[in-house]
């Protein structure tokens, strides 16, 4: 999907493939959503073609419990039941989830491994665009390291310990270094430098709700 200016919504959700399934069990459902496709539906009935629309035409049951940004693409677990289901959420609301990211950002990243530690608060005049916020925002914390530098662009891996809305974006902008490809955040050559947001979700683990082991799944990076 082309990048459009902050502020234009057009979408045209990817159709092909329909739906890629990682994992399916009883319990669980990991899917490797597409960049460009919501998590749940939006609110205009255009919007109602989603991750978790698809996810019900095959998998009945099948029931959020966390989302992706439209633009972000990678692994994203379901439960198939509501035992399933409220134990993913537990393990999200406490932490206990480990997900890693694979960003592409602007520039030459001067260290190879960090740590943020900014908190996030919304951007009211410009919703849903975020702001570090130290009066009033929520703790968000980021650590990163260099995967790889591409000339103009440095490749990172993002771990997250928190999950505010829009964390990484801000985070990585916050260093000077915007994620390329967002339409939120970068300007300029950053934006440009790519046809799409160039952030993945790359590994999902967490405690299996019908085993109760610790599983690792993943989703190649698609830039």
Not at 172 to 187: E, K, N, R
Request: proline share 7%; net charge neutral; glycine share 8%.
């Amino acid at each position: 999907m082309k990048n459009t200016p902050f502020g234009i919504f057009e979408y045209r959700p990817p159709t092909s493939p329909w739906l890629s399934v990682i994992h399916r069990d009883d319990h669980v459902l990991v899917l490797d959503k597409p960049s460009g496709l919501l998590s749940v539906p939006g609110k205009p009935e255009a919007h109602d073609d989603c991750l978790e629309e698809r996810a019900r035409k095959f998998y009945r049951g099948a029931m959020t419990v966390h989302r992706l940004d439209r633009d972000t693409s990678g692994t994203v677990v379901m439960g198939l039941t509501r035992k399933a289901h409220a134990d993913l959420s537990m393990q999200f609301e406490k932490r206990q989830i480990k997900k890693t990211y694979i960003a592409r950002v602007w520039g030459n990243m001067e260290n190879d491994t960090g740590h943020i530690d900014l908190p996030l608060g919304v951007d009211w005049e410009n919703r849903p665009k975020q702001i570090i916020d130290y009066e009033n925002g929520k703790p968000a914390q980021t650590d990163w390291e260099v995967m790889m530098r591409e000339g103009d662009i440095t490749r990172v891996r993002l771990a997250p310990t928190t999950g505010r809305s829009h964390q990484l974006r801000v985070h990585m902008l916050s260093l000077g270094h915007p994620i390329v490809g967002d339409v939120f955040y970068a300007q300029g050559a950053a934006l440009e430098a790519a046809p799409r947001l160039q952030l993945h979700a790359e590994t999902l683990t967490f405690t299996h709700p019908g085993s109760g082991k610790v599983r690792t799944f993943s989703a190649a990076c698609p830039f």
